[in-house]
């Protein structure tokens, strides 16, 4: 028996993904930028997959820009409109390092948060004027699954910065929130396939009328000269079927787990001595359970997790390695003790309540057994 409870890091490929894939790595292998019949079939499935792409993100088809990721959407947004616009880039502390590195790299400034994660829209307003370019705020934090309100902060940004283009990153929030609908205030939005059910190294920028990207890699002019490169079709088209997927039952999907989301965080807290959750539940997306377990070295638990089949994280997947508290819940105010005895246990469409209850099970035992208990 193993518990998965990753699913912020990477989750499992829906089937539909998988499915809509295998043609287009096999008989349908046409470069779609050509103009005989196999390249033509590959275009038609191109074509398909930026409409259900757009439909999903409150988008038109035109808008949409197939990137290789998250990354490369978040940097391509912040870079490719300073490189358009100059002026200065601003982002929330709590950011992404796809986007926190792609600000810091043009001398950007941060924006603090408060102990919920939540930006401060008063430092927000404080940071901007009529040089700024870009404002970057996240949907979905991928550590502590704050959801920023964003409409605010866009009534922030018109106000006070009306030249700046406001991107988020809604690669974290894409599984859980209508995107389509919530992210609409921005100019730029950012998806990754492989948070919700499609494949790894594809992810999609929508970039509306009227705003202009300078492109990060130069060459054959694909995606309106925006993202030059081969197109990556079956990657495209499985992230299409997998948004799909999300969409349609979504709702369902947030009900089911944040029911279960709240057994685990709720059935920790009770039984783990000194469990503390970290941020406001009721604020985050439904696959975020954030607990801190005083005097218990992450790390070290989720050695001893692992070994009972339990999948977990002790920060950001896409920091590992780094030996420094996590920026997310430094900026949150907490201290590097209470940083390093963090767990994020994020649960995704395939979490059960059989993994939750090895998780009920196996989390406190190990807890104890590190306490010297
Ligand atoms: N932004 C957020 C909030 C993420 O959680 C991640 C991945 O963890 C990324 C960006 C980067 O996406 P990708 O892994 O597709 O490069």
Redesign the pocket.
Known sequence: MEAYLDH???TPMRPEAVAAMLPFLTDRFGNPSGVHRVSRAARIALDEARDVAAACLGAEPGEIVFT???????NLAIAGVHAVIGGRVVCGAT?????LHACEALGGSTVAVDGDGLIDLDALADALDHDVSVVSV?L???EVGTVQPLDAVAAVVRARAPRARLHT?A??AFPWLDVAAIAAPADLV?V????FGGP????ALVVRAGVHVAPLLHGGGQERGRRSGTHNVAGIVAMAAAMQATVETRAATVERVARLRDRLADGLLAVVPGAVETGARSGKVAGNCHLRFPDVESEALLLLLDAEGVCAAAG???AAGAVDPSHVLTAMGLSGAEAASSMRFSLGVTTTDDEVDLALKTVPEAVARLRGA
Do not use: F, L, R, Y
Not at 68 to 74: P, R, S
């Open positions: 912020a890091a990477t290789g990721g998250g990354t490369e959407a978040d950011e992404h390092h796809a986007v996240m979905a934090n991928n990153d690669v974290q950012a990754s396939a492989h948070k790894k190294g594809v992810g950001s997947a896409c």
